[in-house]
């Protein structure tokens, strides 16, 4: 691939570069935090992988928790999944969705799995009495082992 891309000539070079940054991983200033407030400050989102390790292909699940800006647990929410590795332009390889509400404002994410390494994007819409928000997580998938468990300690 970089190969090919310094094959190009000058006036492509600009859009190659951009395309060869890509192959490079995650940018530098990515925020991983798995703890955030949603897009409009309606809600504060922390999930974690219901599992230590999370590997690469294996289905595995998550939870969400979800709490008002105020930080009161919010009951009976609707929780929309999407994603995928905003570098490469595909979504997950599994439809993760919300299977059960789990009580105190906790929610389980069911089929998630990671088909590579790489930065993915996990994107939640919810809706509840408070309104509709969203949250956008990012993470950095390591081969072969995700290496998301730090995160989540330091999200606790
Ligand atoms: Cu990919």
Known sequence: MYRRCISYT??????VAAGCAMLAGPPPDLDVRLSRPSAHLAYVVAIRPLEPQVAINRLHAWEIRLTSAAGVP???ARIAFDGGMPQHGHGFPTS??????????RYRLDGMKFSMSGWWQMKLTIESAIGTDQVTFNTVIVTPVAQVAVAVASAR
Not at 10 to 15: I, M, V
Not at 96 to 105: K, Q
């Open 74 to 76: 919010v009951e009976h």
């Open 96 to 105: 993760p969705r919300v299977t059960a509400e789990l009580g105190d404002g």
């Open 10 to 15: 000058t006036a492509a070079l600009a859009a």
